[in-house]
């Protein structure tokens, strides 16, 4: 058993190693989510605008929770296939065939999941070994090095750079490959950063995991949340990729259905067949009803995205146009509901800005810092809340800025 020395100097008692030595190392060595810590001290005050949890503030489409209704009284509560209701796997194929020209068969390449955050940890459990390495661009999600570890594998940060607009370039990925790495984890449009990518740009990433023989892990759960005309791109569209990719996505974001935890996983059937051996044996299905909400959704909730997507443009415009003004160098999100201005000319940290002004002006952003290293610097801000609670909180910004300067 390893020894365990308490912080304050003295010995440990049998209990305490006892206690620590039954949790894997693995899991003891895994950091808290650096959102989650911070959202618990949120939790303990009053009067706090929150642009911190990046979750919509919209309800989810009445028209998929009466579909719920129904389903439950019409007794629909037992398990479901593994895989997902056939329903919904046909609808998620139609769909991506729609939107994006890929066309994946619902029998043997989709596969149901309990939301992107299931799907990511399926798709890493499945595919590395012991030794392997993933390269993660960072800033990003917090899960994707979290999973990587659980999964056996390493992450292999690769910075992205506001001076960039934060995409991805092939010699930042040149620089940090190394001989053991096995994959590429994608997650555009970003979170935190709000950056896309264009077609070229992904070509030259797509390149690149030709030439080292990757597999691509590609989080596309914002694919829908794009303004200004930007186009997203689906990595598996691109030439040789399909082969390659695990294409993530899910319900939580452009349909306002983050609680009822949906999502999906596309793939080449061998790895789908893998992804849900360990699905079927570590969650069973996904929840029936949700599964019957989600392809309501897919049927009849494109009005509804539409609708949201353009009311987060408007308050992307409010916010992004009012921290400029402040003097913010902020990168112009062009994609998610997020955007991550750089606070260096305060002098503060990411951490010090992100306390000071929650304790200060009661106003909640996640310092940069939580979605890697390279974040220091910068703070996210989520825009996916109503209009006027953006003002106040631009407001109550505004007027700790220039106390600072
Ligand atoms: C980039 C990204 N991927 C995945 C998730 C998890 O989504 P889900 O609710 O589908 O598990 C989130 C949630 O914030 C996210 O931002």
Redo the contacts with the bound molecule.
Sequence with gaps: MAQVTPTDGRPATSKEVGRRARVAPRVASLPPSGIREFFDLVQTMDDVISLGV??PDFRTPWHVCDEIIDSLERGRTAYTSNQGIIELRTAISGYLQRLYGVEYDPNSEVLV????????DIAMRATLCPGDSVLVPEP??V?YSACAWLAGGEAIPVPTRIENGFRLRREDLEAAVRPNTRSLML?YP???TGAVMTRAEMGEVAQFVLDHDLLVYS?E??DRLVYDGHQHVCFATLPGMRERTIL??????AFA??GL???YTCAPADLTEAMCRIHQYAAMCCSTSSQIGAAEALAHGEGEVQRMVADYDQRRRLLVGALKDMGLDCFEPQG?FYTFPSIRSTGLTSREFASRLLEEERVAVVPGTAFGPCGEGHVRACYATSRENLRLAVDRIRRFIDRLH
Excluded: Q, W
């Excluded at 999941?113 to 990511?120: A, D, L």
């Excluded at 993530?248 to 974001?253: E, I, R």
């Design positions: 990046g979750e999941t309990n939301g992107v955050s299931e799907g990511i990003c999600f899960s997650g970003s979170n935190p989080d759960i914002y993530l996505n899910g319900f939580s974001k259905m983050t935890r949906v999502g998610a």
